[in-house]
């Protein structure tokens, strides 16, 4: 279905559900992928994409049709992991000013749904020494090859500073390889 | 002047001057008749182009960012070729369940809400604010901070105020945060000892920094 057709048909009452459903056929893996590589943990993962279609139902009759659909959805995705990931690190009193992922570390290695070979394990690992906005860049443009122009939208940055954070994100994880075993 | 007969080779002997002077190369049929249609095609196209090529342009430090660009392309192709999975895995039909799920927490009866609301709010603002003033030389560093001096102590406020605010500004989820992050079982009101009774003064200060 077309994002303007379930925008149209969440507006009516009697078609809202069927919309619903439809864009959750339609949105609920990636956004799922784009929160699980943030905060790292399945379960956690499940909680967070589970609140952002909640706000999405509450506030879709709202939503301005001057930008994406998809975007629109990235952006809420994208705030609530941040939000998780700042509660999290105030759980574990880290600094939130500690830009440093690696306290997500010991809970990629203890998941139960990673099973990814030496290759793929040390890469998140490298990813995880990144600071959140170039971690976010870099998944956003590595995995999900979301386009410069969208990410632009989505994250409220130029696409002249998210080209240089994810540059400045890819050497650091090509040291990374080179340093470590 | 008409051209005087200066034939001095040895070659032609057989023949005039008049034949040895006649142009040995032909042009096509009508040739002469469309050249200065076709210069001025030329003239015109050649014009065209160049207005062309000057109508390009490129975004300012574009050739420096082409570069860097490049350099990134050619490591992340390189990085690609050896992993381009994530190895994330999630449970069996989790996918089918999720949007079951979401629906289920959408539809579901809000639980106490206006009991939470009222009664938890209440109660854990009167906590923080008893905390807040035994500590008396914290400062207020959240966002109200810009609505305060540095130097004005929390306790000058009328205690009023400060209720009113923190009421207006902690929301539902904050507060069942704030008591989850403090460890206090609030299912049976009646005998707690009361929500944030057992905190710490710096996990109070850091809720308000943080969170609110």
Same mark, same amino acid.
């Given at each position: 279905?077309?994002?303007?057709?379930?925008? &149209?048909?969440?507006?009516?009452?009697?078609? %809202?559900?069927?919309?619903?459903?439809?864009?959750?056929?339609?949105?609920?893996?990636?956004?799922?992928?784009?929160?699980?590589?943030?905060?790292?943990?399945?379960?956690?993962?499940?909680?967070?994409?589970?609140?952002?279609?909640?706000?999405?139902?509450?506030?879709?009759?709202?939503?301005?049709?001057?930008?994406?659909?998809?975007?629109?959805?990235?952006?809420?995705?994208?705030?609530?992991?941040?939000?998780?990931?700042?509660?999290?690190?105030?759980?574990?009193?880290?600094?939130?000013?500690?830009?440093? &992922?690696?306290?997500?570390?010991?809970?990629?290695?203890?998941?139960?749904?990673?099973?990814?070979?030496?290759?793929?394990?040390?890469?998140?690992?490298?990813?995880?020494?990144?600071?959140?906005?170039?971690?976010?860049?870099?998944?956003? %443009?590595?995995?999900?090859?979301?386009?410069?122009?969208?990410?632009?939208?989505?994250?409220?940055?130029?696409?002249?500073?998210?080209?240089?954070?994810?540059?400045?994100?890819?050497?650091?994880?090509?040291?990374?390889?080179?340093?470590?075993? | !002047?008409?051209?005087?007969?200066?034939?001095?080779?040895?070659?032609?002997? /057989?023949?005039?001057?008049?034949?040895?002077?006649?142009?040995?190369?032909?042009?096509? /049929?009508?040739?002469?008749?469309?050249?200065?249609?076709?210069?001025?095609?030329?003239?015109?196209?050649?014009?065209?182009?160049?207005?062309?090529?000057?109508?390009?342009?490129?975004?300012?430090?574009?050739?420096?960012?082409?570069?860097?660009?490049?350099?990134?392309?050619?490591?992340?192709?390189?990085?690609?070729?050896?992993?381009?999975?994530?190895?994330?895995?999630?449970?069996?039909? =989790?996918?089918?369940?999720?949007?079951?799920?979401?629906?289920?927490?959408?539809?579901?009866?809000?639980?106490?809400?206006?009991?939470?609301?009222?009664?938890?709010?209440?109660?854990?603002?009167?906590?923080?604010?008893?905390? !807040?003033?035994?500590?008396?030389? =914290?400062?207020?560093?959240?966002?109200?901070?810009?609505?305060?001096?540095?130097?004005?102590?929390?306790?000058?406020?009328?205690?009023?105020?400060?209720? /009113?605010?923190?009421?207006?500004?902690?929301?539902?989820?904050?507060?069942? =945060?704030?008591?989850? =992050?403090?460890?206090?079982?609030?299912?049976?009101?009646?005998?707690?000892?009361?929500?944030?009774?057992?905190?710490?003064?710096?996990?109070?200060?850091?809720?308000?920094?943080?969170?609110?």
């Amino acid at each position: 279905m077309q994002d303007s057709l379930i925008i &149209s048909k969440f507006a009516a009452p009697d078609t %809202r559900e069927e919309a619903f459903n439809a864009l959750l056929a339609k949105y609920q893996q990636k956004i799922y992928w784009h929160v699980r590589r943030m905060v790292i943990n399945h379960d956690d993962a499940d909680d967070v994409v589970q609140d952002i279609f909640v706000k999405v139902w509450r506030n879709l009759e709202k939503f301005r049709e001057d930008s994406q659909l998809y975007t629109w959805l990235y952006r809420i995705a994208t705030n609530e992991c941040i939000t998780f990931l700042n509660k999290k690190k105030n759980r574990l009193s880290i600094s939130i000013d500690d830009e440093d &992922s690696s306290f997500l570390a010991e809970t990629l290695t203890s998941s139960s749904y990673f099973d990814g070979d030496k290759a793929e394990l040390k890469l998140q690992k490298a990813i995880l020494t990144l600071p959140e906005k170039q971690r976010l860049v870099f998944n956003m %443009r590595y995995f999900e090859e979301i386009k410069y122009d969208d990410m632009s939208a989505i994250l409220g940055t130029s696409v002249g500073a998210l080209k240089a954070s994810y540059h400045l994100a890819v050497k650091k994880i090509e040291k990374f390889f080179e340093t470590t075993d | !002047m008409k051209e005087q007969n200066t034939n001095k080779f040895p070659f032609g002997k /057989n023949k005039s001057n008049d034949e040895l002077r006649r142009n040995p190369f032909i042009v096509p /049929n009508g040739y002469f008749d469309n050249l200065p249609n076709q210069i001025r095609s030329e003239i015109s196209l050649r014009e065209k182009h160049s207005v062309e090529q000057n109508s390009f342009s490129v975004p300012d430090g574009y050739f420096d960012q082409l570069t860097q660009d490049i350099k990134t392309q050619i490591t992340v192709k390189d990085l690609k070729e050896k992993i381009s999975e994530d190895g994330f895995t999630v449970p069996k039909n =989790y996918f089918d369940t999720l949007r079951n799920h979401t629906l289920d927490k959408i539809h579901a009866k809000p639980k106490k809400t206006i009991y939470l609301k009222k009664w938890v709010s209440y109660a854990s603002v009167a906590c923080l604010l008893i905390a !807040m003033s035994v500590g008396g030389g =914290y400062f207020w560093k959240s966002q109200s901070e810009q609505e305060f001096s540095n130097t004005e102590s929390l306790s000058k406020i009328p205690d009023d105020e400060i209720i /009113n605010y923190l009421a207006q500004s902690v929301e539902e989820e904050d507060v069942l =945060y704030l008591s989850q =992050y403090f460890g206090v079982d609030h299912s049976d009101h009646d005998h707690s000892p009361g929500i944030g009774c057992h905190a710490r003064e710096e996990d109070l200060e850091d809720y308000i920094n943080y969170s609110l």
